[in-house]
């Protein structure tokens, strides 16, 4: 983590995570344990760049 950001890390946000664990408890109960589910709920909190190759999403800002 030090050779990527330094000797501090960039403060970051835990709205992103309380959100996805918040849908993924959701989808659990739900019985659609699948991050895919949370896709709408994680664009409502950050903008995000999304890798196509990979199918994940990254934070634009980071």
Known sequence: M???FGKTPPPVSLKSLD???MCEKRSLNEGTCHSAT???DMDAVHEWVYDRTEGVF?????
């Open 2 to 4: 030090k050779s990527i």
């Open 19 to 21: 959100t996805f664990n």
């Open 38 to 40: 949370c896709k709408s």
């Open 58 to 62: 990254l934070a634009g800002e980071y």
